[in-house]
């Protein structure tokens, strides 16, 4: 019973403790017309207005849907609060969050014969309501004079890695490099955003979204992009973001590009 009450009393500090870090993103948000987004943002430590700072925008899985403005920072929300990241990288780092009824990208969700979910991708098309209004966000937060608009970066995981390729798409011009975690995407839309230097990563064993959707923008992106890079985890399943962001080279890589 001891040892019973000393797990929950460590499960509860590590939540708790969780929960305090991210007290250092900031709530906020974007309402103009019709478009409505919530976000956390996360400055840089001594943050100087007079400043110019790269700019972050990661997208969230399908799983921390919400209107609670904190489940979008359960996965990547520790990595930019590492001090050496927050030491060597200092940059505005923006969590927006995706209603749970809706979708980062145009996705139609179907099953096989054999009952398993297939996804597929739609190829131009109107964005989602969602989409529309990280669009706007985005742009939002481009007027701000502390922001360089020669380092503005995109990644994203699971349903979040399909927005992080919908967003290039639409928003190309915009963004210095990109990284796509588990995602997909129609690969006819790839001659949208092929000059966009892209990290793409999966899992093999990913039973959630199939790794050939990753393995197939990879292989185009080698023949027609300017620059493509594809890690495939060998024993990963769905969760390949850890893998991810206990990559060395994930943010010197992000970073080293501009516009």
Same mark, same amino acid.
């Not at 929950?8 to 500090?13: E, G, R, Y």
């Not at 899985?61 to 927050?86: I, P, T």
């Not at 970066?153 to 796509?180: H, P, Q």
């Not at 093999?204 to 199939?210: E, F, G, L, R, S």
């Given at each position: 019973?001891?040892?019973?009450?000393l797990?929950?009393?460590?499960l +509860?500090s590590?939540?708790?403790l969780?929960?305090? *870090?991210? $007290?250092?993103?900031? #709530?906020?948000s974007f309402?103009? =017309?019709k478009?409505s987004i919530?976000?956390?943002?996360?400055?840089?430590?001594?943050?100087?207005?007079e400043?110019?700072?790269?700019?972050v925008?990661?997208?969230h899985?399908?799983?921390?849907?919400g209107?609670?403005?904190?489940?979008?920072?359960?996965?990547?929300?520790?990595?930019?609060?590492?001090?050496?990241?927050?030491k060597?990288?200092?940059?505005?780092?923006?969590f927006?969050?995706?209603?749970?009824?809706? +979708?980062?990208?145009n996705?139609?969700?179907d099953k *096989?014969? $054999?009952?398993k979910? #297939?996804?597929?991708?739609?190829? =131009?098309?109107k964005p989602?309501?969602?989409?529309?209004?990280l669009q706007?966000?985005?742009?939002?937060?481009?007027k701000?004079p502390?922001?360089?608009?020669?380092?503005?970066y995109?990644g994203?995981?699971?349903?979040?890695?399909?927005?992080?390729?919908?967003?290039?798409?639409?928003?190309?011009?915009?963004?210095?490099?990109?990284?796509?975690?588990?995602g997909?995407?129609?690969?006819?839309?790839?001659?949208?955003?092929k000059?966009?230097?892209l990290?793409i990563?999966?899992?093999?064993k990913?039973d959630v979204?199939?790794p050939?959707?990753?393995?197939?923008?990879?292989?185009?992106?080698k023949t027609v992009?300017?620059?493509?890079?594809?890690?495939?985890?060998?024993?990963?399943?769905?969760?390949?973001?850890?893998?991810?962001?206990?990559?060395?080279?994930?943010?010197?890589w992000?970073?080293?590009?501009?516009k």
């Amino acid at each position: 019973m001891k040892t019973f009450s000393l797990t929950i009393c460590i499960l +509860f500090s590590v939540l708790f403790l969780n929960a305090q *870090d991210f $007290k250092k993103y900031d #709530k906020g948000s974007f309402i103009k =017309g019709k478009d409505s987004i919530y976000y956390r943002v996360l400055f840089p430590e001594n943050f100087n207005p007079e400043q110019k700072y790269p700019l972050v925008i990661f997208l969230h899985g399908s799983g921390e849907r919400g209107n609670d403005n904190a489940s979008q920072l359960v996965h990547g929300g520790k990595l930019f609060l590492k001090n050496d990241v927050r030491k060597n990288f200092p940059a505005i780092v923006v969590f927006p969050q995706c209603p749970a009824n809706d +979708f980062w990208a145009n996705i139609n969700i179907d099953k *096989d014969t $054999k009952g398993k979910r #297939k996804l597929s991708f739609v190829e =131009g098309g109107k964005p989602t309501k969602i989409m529309h209004a990280l669009q706007g966000m985005i742009k939002d937060f481009l007027k701000k004079p502390y922001v360089n608009r020669e380092q503005v970066y995109v990644g994203g995981l699971s349903m979040g890695g399909m927005g992080t390729y919908e967003l290039l798409r639409r928003e190309r011009r915009k963004f210095a490099a990109a990284i796509a975690i588990c995602g997909g995407d129609n690969t006819n839309n790839i001659e949208k955003y092929k000059k966009t230097p892209l990290w793409i990563f999966h899992g093999a064993k990913d039973d959630v979204v199939d790794p050939a959707l990753s393995i197939a923008i990879a292989e185009r992106l080698k023949t027609v992009g300017d620059e493509v890079k594809f890690t495939l985890y060998p024993t990963a399943n769905h969760n390949s973001w850890d893998s991810a962001f206990a990559e060395p080279e994930l943010l010197p890589w992000l970073f080293s590009h501009k516009k």
